[in-house]
């Protein structure tokens, strides 16, 4: 049992690649249907802490967070849509106090970052003597940095983890933590295990992993009633896609939320729907969507 009343410092060190993958996999795929909380992953990591270290929670404290990624440029984000979407998750980050630190994305996708993360985490472990390193990564090229701030005496967590999905390709895609990554760390931990848990479905620790509320574009409570459209989807893109109504309007946007008795995983390019109108933030969407590759269904708007 360790008695000191020393605090014992943490640093945390994101793959914001991996994380946001993660945090996808939970919004689009998972039960949970809701985004990975940056507070809540700070409070859990506060929690494991104490218990694997035995110390009381009020000792153990967070000095450094920093979270590595590369980025698309203002215009590529912007073409994209995206733009906002990074600038709002931006404001998230330095709400909570973590330091940023981007490199330019190139046409094949992230270079150097992983280098970088390495760097500055065993610089930083050197220079701020944390008691406890924590990697939010899954990266088996991330072994090298584990080996060596074991050297210096550091504890390692490595927060990672597994899961599977079908992309918006049909595809069947798998992420898995590096066992090697897993197996040098002095407290690895696989974070869909701990979720999935039985026995702590109701911790409030894991529940607070979890935005309070889940993302949806409209709620489809508040919508008002309106005519029964007809259209085609043109575009599937993970958790939403877009629909072009027969009508010839512009394209709507759609969330997986909204479909009625239908998995978006099993919705297609080309599937006949059936939708009611209704507005959201950026403007109009479909709600209420059923597909209707054959006949039409009972009408969606109240007679």
Known sequence: MITNTNLTKIGIFYDGNFFFHVSNYYLYDHSRQSRISINGVHQFIIHEVAAREERPVKNCKIVDMH??????????????????????FDDILMKEGVITHYLPM???????????????????????????????????????????????GARVMVLGCDFEYMDQYGNHRVTKTSQALLDNATYPILINEVIDDPERHDDQIVRDLFVKEKYRPVDAAKT????????????????????????????????????????????????????LVSSNKKGPCAVRIVVRNGEFPPRLTPQ
Not at 225 to 252: A, K
């Open 67 to 88: 979270y590595f990624r590369g980025r698309l440029t203002a215009y590529d984000a912007q073409a994209r849509d995206l733009l906002l979407k990074e600038r709002i």
């Open 224 to 275: 008002k009633p309106g005519e029964d459209q007809s259209g085609t989807v043109v575009s599937i893109q993970g958790g939403y896609g877009f629909i072009r109504p027969d009508e010839g309007e512009d394209d709507l946007f759609f969330h997986y939320g909204d479909l009625v008795d239908m998995d978006i995983n099993r919705l297609t390019v080309g599937d006949r729907v059936m939708f």
């Open 106 to 152: 190139s046409p094949e996708g992230e270079k150097g970052i992983d280098v970088w993360l390495a760097l500055e985490a065993f610089e930083l472990a050197i220079f701020k003597k944390y008691d406890v390193i924590v990697l939010i990564a899954s990266d088996g090229d991330y072994l090298p940095l584990t080996r060596k701030l074991n050297t210096i």
